[in-house]
């Protein structure tokens, strides 16, 4: 969020308008959330009703009045000719939706779930065959989604939308610089050599420095590690890697571009920026519109802040992090699944129809709120691809819709460590305030990970049987990998190393 502003006179603070906006969009977002539970509630004696825990937001509510029109124009009717049952949201953080599932009173659908987290408590549906049979399936959809949707070879949600995010650029900017926009693809050698040329002349004549190549990009410190081979767990998933050299070079790397090249504000300079909070991107968005980044990390749902802004159009283009041999972004999705004590669960399922159909995928397309769940709808859409009267968006849309298909992977989450963080941002932290050195840092970070894995099989009677062959099973991989030889596809849980060493040609 955007640092306090002090009130020094009359004129309002930039927090008094930051708290007005707020005001209003909530107040907006209450009248429409309002209207269609009014409407819910007054078709409810006559016709059923299910839940979706998914927040309150103008958003939802669209796609929820959509939905109803969806299930008429489709012949999901009633006998009066209006929708054969209703959607009605409620809001709930994902602690809160977990334990309301654990004691039986979650939502028919819960949204925002973290499979790998949620499917072992044993609270969501299995929807495997019905995926499969109705196309639903991560194979005709995103391939690497398989990752965030399934659980022990079994699918349990379907994406509300997707994103693999990269470097979204300002390439007006470099243009009035006299450059072009970065390449598609680049080495971290050729980030800095670009990056070196691009703010010595955005800086040149000013009394210190006030444009940076990029904002601040710690995410990418992943994709880069996962470029030289490394990742934070091992195949099984029973023990973190974060002291792999891949991790020590990628965070030097990083420290060199913003601490020594200063390619990349440090944390001081980016406490200094003043910007709108609301943004999706936070700071980094109007930071990037008024020309004082090149580069931010975003998606193409960036764009839900930059087709609001009341400045006028920036042309963009999207490339990938800077990265050595192995090309790969974060693939990420917001996933909807089916509470498995839900008490219409046939109702359910046709929800989750409509989010692979073309209604639903058009909202997301026109709207710019991330990939489609169902690309069908984008890969030859030409309204996808180059949106009429916004033709400045440039290959925004294309690359990341063709990248989250072909290079894009999943974090790797371990059923043995419950927590989302990967300590790999806590490790530049500590860094970057002169706390350790790089290899001190994810040492630390590596043994935090290590012990909550110890504590949570310990704690879990059910894991550890599981855990227990899952280290056996490390065992021989590790052999295997010593000796030069190929592993079997089978023996290995992480999404990363699949297609790391499918792609070497490494698997049997």
Excluded at 313 to 320: G, I, K, M
Aim: net charge neutral.
């Amino acid at each position: 969020m955007p640092p306090m502003t002090r009130f020094t006179g009359t004129r309002p603070s930039n927090s008094d308008t930051h708290m007005k906006k707020i005001f209003l969009i909530i107040a907006s977002v209450l009248i429409a959330a309002s209207a269609v539970t009014v409407w819910t509630r007054k078709e409810s004696s006559d016709r059923p009703s299910i839940v979706w825990t998914a927040g309150l937001s103008q958003d939802r509510v669209e796609q929820v009045e959509l939905f109803h029109r969806w299930l008429v124009e489709n012949g999901y009717t009633a006998e009066d000719g209006g929708p054969l049952f209703t959607v009605r949201l409620e809001s709930a953080g994902n602690q809160s939706v977990l334990i309301q599932a654990v004691s039986g009173m979650a939502g028919d659908l819960i949204d925002h779930v973290p499979v790998k987290r949620f499917a072992p408590m044993g609270v969501l549906e299995d929807i495997t065959e019905f995926a499969r049979e109705n196309g639903l399936d991560p194979g005709s959809n995103y391939g690497a989604a398989r990752g965030l949707l399934m659980y022990n070879g079994r699918q349990y949600a379907y994406p509300c939308n997707l994103a693999a995010v990269a470097l979204v650029c300002n390439a007006d900017l470099f243009r009035r610089y006299g450059m072009e926009p970065p390449p598609e693809e680049w080495t971290p050698e050729e980030f800095e050599r670009i990056g070196l040329e691009f703010t010595r002349r955005a800086n040149a004549g000013r009394a210190r420095q006030e444009v940076f190549f990029a904002g601040a990009i710690p995410r990418m410190l992943l994709p880069l590690a996962r470029s030289m081979g490394g990742d934070v767990f091992n195949e099984t998933l029973t023990a973190p890697r974060l002291t792999d050299e891949a991790f020590v070079r990628a965070l030097k790397l990083y420290l060199r571009w913003v601490a020594e090249l200063h390619l990349i504000p440090d944390a001081a300079e980016i406490a200094s920026e003043s910007a709108d909070g609301s943004s999706v991107n936070g700071q980094a968005t109007p930071q990037l519109v008024a020309g004082r980044y090149g580069m931010i990390v975003s998606g193409r749902y960036v764009n839900m802040d930059l087709r609001r802004f009341r400045k006028g159009p920036v042309a963009l283009s999207f490339s990938q992090f800077p990265e050595y041999g192995f090309k790969n972004l974060i693939l990420s999705s917001r996933n909807t699944a089916i509470y498995r004590g839900a008490k219409e669960k046939r109702y359910a399922e046709i929800f989750l129809l409509y989010l692979a159909g073309k209604e639903y995928n058009e909202l997301i397309i026109n709207g710019s709120d991330g990939l489609p769940p169902n690309p069908k709808w984008a890969a030859d859409n030409p309204d996808y691809h180059t949106p009429p009267g916004r033709e400045y968006e440039g290959n925004l849309h294309t690359n990341e819709l063709r990248w989250a298909r072909t290079i894009a992977i999943p974090e790797s989450f371990s059923p043995y460590y419950p927590l989302a963080d990967n300590r790999i941002e806590d490790a530049y932290n500590r860094v970057a305030n002169n706390l350790c050195t790089p290899e001190k840092a994810l040492e630390i970070a590596d043994r935090s990970i290590a012990h909550s894995i110890r504590e949570t099989v310990e704690g879990t009677p059910s894991l550890r049987e599981r855990y227990r062959r899952a280290c056996e099973l490390q065992k021989k991989i590790d052999e295997r990998k010593a000796a030069g030889r190929k592993i079997p596809a089978a023996w290995i849980s992480n999404p990363f190393h699949l297609k790391y060493y499918g792609d070497a040609g490494k698997l049997e």
